[in-house]
T-cell receptor
Framework: AQKITQTQPGMFVQEKEAVTLDCTYD???????LFWYKQPSSGEMIFLIY??????QNATEGRYSLNFQKARKSANLVISASQLGDSAMYFC???????????????FGQGTTLQVKP | DAGVTQSPTHLIKTRGQQVTLRCSPI?????VSWYQQVLGQGPQFIFQ???????GRGNFPDRFSARQFPNYSSELNVNALLLGDSALYLC?????????????FGAGSRLTVL
């Protein structure tokens, strides 16, 4: 069964420092996608970054990068040069691409609350 | 460009009542999905519609139903409300139904059941 695990309920980081948010996943499908979303207190889920299971390089989007280790089934989000506006809840999510589960449905983890200190 | 819009933003209902939540996708997006997010947890998949047909359904009771209209907007209906239905209901749209397509979420409808 598909599963996403985020083991860090809360994290603190000093402004301008880098932080890594952990995510491990489980799936039997060889073709899948991994997504990270940010959810501020307003509630809206904001897409940050995507990694496909067959992508050769780790994904990067501005200050966000994804440390994808396929053998370990981990897809950690790295935020460089943290800003006060990065304080939010962060969710890792996965979608399988094949089989009967190919509905477009995302499986989300429990989330990690990040607080950036000035 | 308008993002995904949801209405109402907040609502309060009592047990046993019925609620209808509405969602307008980004222009050009043909897929709409609904998620329930209980406080302190990640979103849980409820439904996905693509080209007005149901493409997927999560593990929710038959009290939950949805539909997609010809203009690709969507409604989520919940009957016989329970206290446990209190949650943030998120709508998301995407260009296509699956694969690597990124879901763009709305700000949600926060439902409180008393």
């Amino acid at each position: 069964a598909q599963k996403i695990t985020q083991t860090q309920p809360g994290m603190f980081v000093q402004e301008k420092e880098a932080v890594t948010l952990d995510c491990t996943y489980d799936t039997s499908d060889p073709s899948y996608g991994l997504f990270w979303y940010k959810q501020p207190s307003s509630g809206e889920m904001i897409f940050l970054i995507y990694q496909g299971s067959y992508d050769q390089q780790n994904a990067t989007e501005g200050r966000y990068s994804l440390n994808f280790q396929k053998a370990r089934k981990s897809a950690n989000l790295v935020i460089s040069a943290s800003q006060l506006g990065d304080s939010a809840m962060y969710f890792c999510a996965m979608r399988d691409f094949h089989g009967s589960s190919n509905t477009g449905k995302l499986i989300f983890g429990q989330g990690t609350t990040l607080q950036v200190k000035p | 460009d308008a993002g995904v819009t949801q209405s109402p933003t907040h609502l309060i209902k009592t047990r046993g009542q019925q609620v209808t939540l509405r969602c307008s996708p980004i222009s050009g997006h043909k897929s709409v999905s609904w998620y329930q997010q209980v406080l302190g947890q990640g979103p849980q998949f409820i439904f996905q519609y693509y080209e007005k047909e149901e493409r997927g359904r999560g593990n929710f009771p038959d009290r939950f139903s949805a539909r997609q209209f010809p203009n690709y907007s969507s409604e989520l209906n919940v009957n016989a409300l329970l206290l446990g239905d209190s949650a943030l209901y998120l709508c998301a749209s995407s260009l296509a139904g699956a694969g690597a397509n990124v879901l763009t979420f709305g700000a949600g409808s926060r439902l409180t059941v008393l």
